[in-house]
């Protein structure tokens, strides 16, 4: 997901560098809000490759094409965001700041995140599940990457200036699958170890 995801994305960076069809303040905060998702995707790749601890648990195909369709209208977000003239011409920095922080917060937080969920399992039992330890963001949410993940795409809303339709479209599915995501693994904690994780 993350390759074609970066890929995608690394597309229509260099397409709207070399072939501008718009230009301004309200381009400008999208090209950035673009680039830092750049880096995000780059990041969860390496997660993937050098954090993540996979067992033998096989994706569904329906997942894969979502998740494959996710990246790719992800990159047509970026691409019709960089591509609508705006009216108003004035640089929104506060909204670039603020939105940096939040990109940030929400990166830091769920690479931590992550690492808690990988250091569950041994090499020797990747196959093993165990419930996360009710600690840090954990204490809080039992799905703190998913909280995070929800918090980056916000962070877009705000670099975009809550004025891109199909960015915060995009904020909209990601909260709903998200928050589906995070009631089903509930479920689950519940189911495999009968406890009771609210």
Request: glycine share 6%; charged share 10%; net charge positive.
């Amino acid at each position: 997901f993350y390759l074609f995801g970066s890929i995608s994305v690394l597309i229509i960076l260099i397409r709207h560098q070399t072939f501008p069809e718009v230009s301004g303040e309200a381009y400008a905060n999208a090209f950035i809000a673009c680039l830092l998702f750049e880096v995000h995707l780059i990041r969860r790749l390496f997660e993937c490759v050098c954090v993540h601890r996979f067992g033998q648990s096989q994706m569904h195909v329906l997942a894969y094409f979502v998740g494959m369709a996710h990246y790719a209208l992800l990159a047509l977000t970026f691409h019709c965001s960089m591509s609508v003239p705006e009216q108003s011409t004035t640089f929104r920095f506060p909204c670039i700041l603020i939105g940096s922080i939040l990109f940030l917060f929400g990166n830091f937080g769920q690479y931590s995140a992550h690492r808690h969920l990988a250091g569950l399992k041994s090499r020797a039992e990747a196959n093993s599940h165990s419930v996360p330890s009710r600690s840090g963001t954990f204490m809080l949410v039992l799905c703190p990457h998913y909280a995070f993940e929800i918090i980056i795409y916000l962070s877009l809303v705000v670099m975009t200036e809550f004025k891109k339709g199909e960015v915060i479209l995009m904020f909209v599915w990601v909260v709903i699958n998200l928050t589906v995501n995070a009631y089903n693994m509930k479920k689950w904690y519940q189911n495999n170890f009968h406890i009771d994780v609210s």
